[in-house]
């Protein structure tokens, strides 16, 4: 007996990547000749290693609870049937394929069919594996050295006050590093598709993270070394080499003057009751932009390069940074159901910059953000370095040029369409059981 | 499964905001005892605070000079994001930072909260030329910490006040607010300037880490091209100088690092670190279809990938043979 | 006066200045200091280059503003995103009595530059210590340059009264000063209201107000000076792809756009934006069917910096398409050649460049230069309007849509 298995949004090269959100599959019978067979035949998929790499788990419909295990029945006629897998929260894969999907006949051990997957999840960098650190950094360290992506010779735009404009000082400024990090971890997919942006938990010692082996080891006035398998010690921005980075804390012991990720997620209108919120006008995000963000990137002192908004960028360390300030936005809507932008507590400003209300041009929900809409000349910049939006085939959001709040429901919660095939270690799936 | 996860994570979340919010409540009733403390104090010295100001316990914590550092650094962590949002609170850091006979703590506080105050970028607009005065103040403040944090995102900048400062102080035309081999890296940042006699000048006589950041930022001078091939090459400078010489020699000079790469990679009386920093480098980055083309080359790396007497060195050249594209 | 000279201490060329700034010929003296590519700017720091240019251009307010230093103190409003030197435009400005065309424009344009950017500066000397005796701030400069032209700057005023309502843009120093210079010019004829709450990319509160024509594009074929079967150069140079030419076989054959750059620029209005036109300007030709018409090409002013794979990834992260036609080239010998050629607006520090002009030739198919646009902000449009004009097509009339024919 054949068996055909499909999962939707595989790449190019037929592998699928899965997070938290559940992805639509289809099984069905092969060997249907001449309708020599009548009898509808069982099937049940499971993980095929529930002790080792990614963990999957099954259901009959999108929106129904899923399992270890779904039982089938596929008709004899090869009519594909649909089932809807996700990732286990808790369970991530640490290698590509290494969750892998068993389709057996019910009853028998033999699998009919086997396909590997990977449950690709964004993870705290310092818990990280050796083997997922150095595929991390290699592969950002290929980027850099191909002035690819993000990586774009545009030296000069630290310095123009209207590109900082674009996404900060105003309640855009999730969305548009929410963006700018998607951004960046697709070309790092580009290059090997098992990697994701792991993000720097800023509220916690993260020894392994400052170290030669990862993002370096400070020495004496600012100096950050590599070791020789290390390839961002070949690390280059603006025309220079290497990293001026020098904490204002012990990177063993101690950790970023800012403040937890509880108080965090109670930041905006009057506390104690606020918790994140919106308010009038969006003061949660206001606020978080100062501390834990801002005060994240003035833990280090004077000269380094992520100390300072024009710089910051040059150091690798800022994309942990910002992965985690994501992290922080994504528990906030998991906890308090803020997936719908047209809801006001979910965002404010949920019109254009010419609504009424409005704010800041790229800052509005219905806004499209600089640089991917490739709008250009006052009053945005006028360069547009990075047009359009990368599109992939495992996500079919955002588009090409995406507005402000096209980055919210970025799991798919309310719109499977918007989906964007990322997700974070200890952000589920959903709203929060309440 | 993943509904188990899910529960076990929000009960979790659940707490700590329970936690915070039980915690944040009691700092809040501290925070207005200190408060009404400091009116008293200040109505019976009759000082007094702008009026929409002296309402606001947070503030008034924040600005009496006469209380401990705690209390007033405490105000910055526990309340400075809702403060950050209104411009008094900008002012009255930028007036912390600029008394001189306040307390060092509390203006190093003040001064980290203002440049985290400069990542909102649109709404710190105004408030932009008063920080810069307040930073170039600090040049000449007469608390280390202070000075150094000043300067250094002064240079970082590339303000050319603070630039000839450090220039002048160099050529002992002035004094430096900073260590000189902190001066010349700062200057280094920058490099449309002449840095280069400094930078070897701290080669010449830096630690290692010092000789580090010198090869790094030599690295924008194509005059140093042969002063880092000569360093990559020296035995007897240290590892990590070496590697980030050859990195900086790979910035100005990619086909000479690659020429040098190769020799040492398959140098087995090298080091075994400088070798394998060469042959990451050689497989991954730059023209690896060339490299893989030099048919000597990857037979050499077939001897080097079996040399146990270098383990590490042999398993990078065996990554580099695996990885070699089919012929 | 004793020469200035490269070795000349730069605060012995401030004192220059000074000293000219009360002369009675001293405007065309000063105007003379301009070019950056006097030999006496040779060596000097960018920092250097920055100062002596803000301080230069600051002291035509006390000696009057001659035409010749009009095209630098416009480039700088227009191009300046350093405070200093911004500032000292502004003020050298106010040595003109009445505005001419395009510089209300510039001084509009270097509020919106500098937002974000302000910075206190001073002009009391050259180069004071801090803290300073007589400080004040670029833009403070600026909208008083503005309020200096009075009822000539009348078309810029409905933009300044909606940049004066702007508090969470600008510092109370220079909201203060916008609103002496409304107070001053007293009510508009409320033609060109501007909604004040306008922040749309389509809000059309620039479009409505004429700020003053552009007629750069006619200023500068005009002065173009014919060049007479130059002697052939023997510069050698390498494109992005490493691959070596000769400047004059290659610039031969069919008309050339020639851009001037360095991948180090640290100005966005200056090299990142010239070559983002530059593949602009090559858009428009394809799309016009013109793509054969002309070659596109840069060449670099760090040509030890700038190796190939640097000039490759420069020009296409701004859209540049390569091709047979349109390359980016280091020159790898006779960079001299190529400086005396075009007579390039650029001068060098120890390792790199230190300051430059904004600079684009035409050249003909012989290699020579029939146009240039420099110094200030050039346009797609008045480029093609130069080629049509320059090389029109066999047959066809010769369209004179926008410039006169070079005297």
Redesign the interface.
């Known amino acids: 007996m054949q068996i055909a298995m499909a999962i939707a949004r595989e790449d190019a090269a037929g592998r699928n990547y899965l997070t938290?959100a559940p992805v639509q599959g289809t099984v069905r019978l092969l060997d249907v000749d001449a309708g020599d067979r009548v009898d509808p035949v069982s099937v049940t998929l499971t993980n095929d290693n529930p002790e080792v790499g990614g963990q999957l788990?099954f259901a009959p419909a999108r929106d129904q609870?899923?399992?270890?295990s779904l039982d089938l029945v596929l008709p004899p006629d090869g009519s594909p049937v649909d089932f809807w897998v996700?990732?286990?929260?808790?369970k991530p894969s640490s290698t590509d394929g290494d969750a892998v999907i068993r389709v057996a006949e019910a009853g028998a051990v033999e699998a009919l069919v086997s396909k590997p997957v990977m449950v690709r999840i964004r993870k705290n960098a310092n818990q990280l594996s050796p083997a997922e650190r150095d595929r991390f950094t290699?592969t950002l360290?290929?980027l850099n050295?191909q002035?690819a992506g993000l990586f774009?010779?545009?030296?000069?735009?630290h310095?123009?006050?209207?590109?900082?404009?674009q996404?900060?000082?105003?309640p855009g400024f999730l969305s548009w590093h929410r963006a700018y990090l998607l951004d960046l971890e697709r070309e790092l997919q580009r290059l090997d598709p098992s990697v994701t942006l792991p993000y720097w938990r800023f509220d916690q010692p993260a020894p392994n993270l400052f170290t030669a082996d990862f993002m370096g080891r400070s020495?004496?006035?600012?100096?950050v070394?590599?070791?020789?398998?290390?390839?961002l010690?070949?690390?280059?921005t603006d025309?220079?080499?290497?990293v001026?980075r020098e904490p204002?804390f012990n990177v063993q012991t101690g950790r970023a003057?800012v403040?937890?990720?509880?108080?965090t997620?109670?930041?905006g209108g009057d506390?104690?009751n606020a918790?994140f919120d919106t308010g009038t006008d969006q003061?949660g995000f206001?606020?978080?932009?100062?501390?834990p963000?801002?005060?994240a990137?003035?833990?280090f002192?004077?000269?380094?390069?992520i100390?300072?908004?024009?710089?910051a960028p040059r150091d690798p360390l800022f994309f942990l940074l910002h992965c985690n300030v994501d992290r922080l936005w994504a528990?906030w809507q998991w906890?308090h159901n803020r997936f719908d932008g047209t809801q006001p507590n979910t965002f404010f400003f949920r019109g254009?910059?010419?609504s009424t209300p409005?704010t800041?041009?790229g800052h509005n929900l219905l806004d499209t953000m600089w640089p991917w809409n490739n709008?250009?000349g006052?009053?945005?910049?006028?360069?547009a370095?990075r047009t359009p939006f990368p599109q992939v085939a495992t996500a079919t959001a955002p588009g090409p040029a995406p507005t402000v709040g096209d980055m919210i429901d970025y799991l798919g919660f309310l719109n499977a369409q918007s989906a964007m095939n990322f997700a974070y270690d200890?952000v589920?799936?959903?709203v929060?059981?309440? | 499964m993943s509904e188990q996860a899910a529960q076990r994570l929000e009960e979790e979340l659940r707490r700590e905001l329970r936690e915070a919010q039980a915690a944040h409540s009691q700092y809040l009733s501290e925070l207005e005892a200190t408060a009404e403390a400091s009116r008293a104090a200040r109505s019976s010295m009759e000082e007094g605070l702008p009026g929409d100001l002296d309402d606001d316990p947070a503030m008034t914590v924040l600005t009496d000079t006469s209380l401990p550092d705690e209390p007033r650094i405490q105000v910055l962590h526990q309340l400075g994001p809702s403060l950050s949002r209104r411009d008094e609170f900008i002012e009255a850091l930028l007036a912390i930072v600029k008394d001189r006979s306040d307390s060092p703590a509390v203006r190093e506080a003040a001064l980290q909260a203002l440049g985290s105050a400069a990542f909102q970028v649109l709404r710190f607009r105004p408030h932009q030329p008063a920080y810069d005065d307040a930073l170039h103040d600090l040049v000449a403040d007469p608390v280390p910490a202070l000075r150094e944090a000043a300067v250094g995102i002064l240079a970082q900048q590339h303000d050319p006040v603070v630039q000839e400062t450090l220039i002048q102080g160099l050529r002992g035309e002035g004094s430096l607010p900073v260590e000189r081999e902190r001066a010349i890296l700062l200057l280094a940042e920058d490099d449309h300037l002449d840095n280069l006699p400094w930078l070897r000048e701290l080669y010449r006589s830096g630690s290692e880490s010092v000789r580090e950041q010198s090869v790094r930022f030599m690295g924008s001078y194509p005059d140093a091209r042969s002063t880092l091939e000569g360093i990559l090459r020296d035995k007897n400078e240290s590892t990590s100088v070496r590697q980030q010489s050859g990195a900086s020699l790979r910035h100005l000079a990619p086909d000479r690092f690659e020429a040098v790469a190769k020799e040492i990679s398959t140098d087995t009386t090298d080091d075994p670190e400088v070798r394998t920093a060469c042959l990451t480098a050689l497989q991954h980055l730059g023209d690896t279809a060339r490299v893989y083309a030099d048919t000597e080359f990857v037979h050499r790396m077939q001897d080097v990938s079996g040399d146990e007497s270098a383990p590490q060195v042999a398993q990078v050249a065996r990554e580099l043979l695996e990885r070699r594209p089919d012929l | 006066m004793t020469a200035l000279k490269r070795s000349t201490p730069e605060t012995d060329v401030g004192a220059r200045i000074d000293a000219l700034r009360h002369l009675a010929r001293g405007r065309d003296q000063l105007a003379a200091l301009l070019p950056e590519n006097l030999p006496i700017y040779e060596g000097r720091s960018a920092a250097q280059m920055g100062r002596l240019r803000g301080y230069l251009l600051a002291a035509f307010a006390d000696t009057g503003l001659p035409d010749a230093a009009l095209p630098y103190v416009v480039e700088s409003l227009e191009t300046g995103h350093v405070a200093y030197e911004v500032a000292g435009a502004a003020i050298g400005l106010r040595g003109l009595k009445t505005p001419a065309a395009g510089v209300v424009a510039a001084l509009v344009r270097a509020i919106d530059n500098l937002s974000g950017a302000d910075a206190t500066v001073s002009f009391q000397s050259y180069n004071p210590a801090w803290p300073y005796a007589q400080p004040t701030t670029a833009l403070t400069e600026v909208v008083r340059t503005i309020g200096h032209f009075g009822v000539q700057a009348q078309a810029a005023l409905p933009r300044l009264e909606v940049l004066a309502q702007q508090r969470e843009r600008f510092s109370s120093s220079v909201l203060e000063e916008m609103r002496r210079v409304l107070d001053r010019a007293g009510p508009g004829d409320g033609e060109h209201a501007c909604d004040a709450a306008c922040a749309g990319e389509s809000c059309g509160c620039e479009s409505a107000v004429d700020l003053g024509s552009d007629d750069s594009c006619c200023a500068e074929m005009a002065s173009a000076e014919p060049v007479e079967d130059p002697t052939p150069m023997r510069a050698m140079l390498e494109d992005q792809d490493g691959r070596p030419e000769r400047f004059e076989e290659f610039f031969r054959g069919k008309p050339s756009i020639v851009a001037f750059f360095y991948t180090r620029c640290d100005n966005p209005y200056k090299c990142s934006l010239t070559i983002t036109k530059l593949a602009a300007l090559q858009a428009s030709l394809e799309e016009q069917g013109l793509a054969g018409a002309l070659k596109v090409t840069a060449i670099t002013y760090d040509p030890e910096f700038d190796l190939p794979h640097r000039l490759r990834l420069y020009g296409s992260d701004r859209g540049v398409q390569f091709g047979k036609d349109a390359r980016f080239f280091r020159v790898t010998s006779g960079f001299q050649e190529i400086r005396q050629r075009f007579h390039l607006g650029v001068n060098y520090g120890a390792s790199t460049v230190n300051r430059h002009q904004t600079e684009v030739y035409l050249l003909n198919e012989h290699g020579e230069i029939s146009a240039s646009f420099t110094r200030m902000r050039w346009e797609v449009e008045a480029v093609l309007s130069a080629l049509e004009h320059l090389f029109p097509k066999p047959g066809q009339a010769q369209e004179r849509a926008h410039c006169p024919p070079a005297p």
């Open positions: 938290w788990e609870n899923r399992s270890a996700a990732g286990v929260v808790g290699t360290a290929k050295d002035g774009k010779d545009f030296r000069e735009m310095r123009q006050q209207l590109a900082l404009a996404a900060h000082g105003a020495g004496a006035l600012g100096n070394s590599f070791s020789g398998t290390n390839l010690r070949q690390w280059q025309g220079a080499a290497g001026t204002g003057n403040i937890n990720q509880a108080i997620l109670l930041l506390r104690p918790i003061d206001d606020e978080m932009e100062f501390n963000h801002g005060n990137h003035t833990s002192t004077g000269s380094s390069y100390r300072s908004r024009g710089t528990r906890f254009s910059a010419t409005h800041d041009i709008v250009t006052f009053p945005r910049p006028d360069n370095p200890d589920p799936f959903g929060a059981p309440t």
